[in-house]
């Protein structure tokens, strides 16, 4: 951390003097979080992930006032399509809705199981992660946690992560 950020020296303010150290760091940190996380594993009927989500299940979420971000290849082939098929949505929500996963699970259309799922749902690391940009009614998480993410989710999704590194101008992949 201490090759990444830098105290400038009149100012107690930080300024990110690596930006590829910066972001590998990030992405080590985010994957041991994202290890320890409960994931909710939902499962619900669609033929389309992407097209069901922007049509039913984000304006649900939206309209209860439910800060959340999806995360993974769903996001990824949002930001820079990369991966040909997306299974499972990973879902960012945040703490009270994981909470009580009989709300969540009604919320989602959906039913909890423990395999067969279509949507992975985990509490919102930070609210910031809900930052990212809208795309076509889906709430995308800030591009650098997508990053982390399929980073930490390895094959493929790792593939993913560093086209979307790449794509996104975030500094060169390695």
């Keep these: 951390r201490a090759a990444a950020l830098r105290a400038p020296r009149s100012g107690s ?7 590829d150290s910066f972001i590998d760091e990030y992405a080590a940190a985010a ?11 939902v499962y619900r009927s669609w033929t389309d992930p992407l097209e069901t989500f922007a049509a039913e299940v984000a304006p649900l979420l939206s309209r209860e006032g439910v800060p959340w971000a999806v995360t993974g290849a769903a996001a990824s082939t949002l930001l820079a399509p990369y ?3 997306v299974t499972i949505v990973e879902l ?5 809705p994981v909470v ?8 989602l259309k959906g039913r909890i199981v423990d395999r067969g799922h279509r949507i992975e749902v ?5 609210s910031m992660s809900a930052s990212g940009p809208d795309i076509g009614g889906i709430r995308v998480a800030l591009p650098v946690r997508v990053y982390a993410d399929l980073l930490a ?3 493929r999704s790792a593939e993913a992560a560093h086209h979307l590194r790449e794509t996104m101008n975030v500094g060169p992949s390695t």
Excluded: M, N
Excluded at 32 to 41: D, N, Y
Excluded at 100 to 107: G, H, I, P, W
């Design 100 to 107: 009580d996963r009989d709300r969540l699970a009604s919320l």
């Design 13 to 19: 303010a930080r300024r990110i003097v690596d930006i």
């Design 83 to 85: 991966l040909g098929d």
């Design 122 to 126: 985990r509490e919102l690391p930070t």
């Design 31 to 41: 994957a041991t979080f994202r290890a320890k996380q409960s994931v909710i594993r």
């Design 153 to 155: 989710t390895g094959g």
């Design 92 to 96: 960012y929500v945040d703490k009270e």
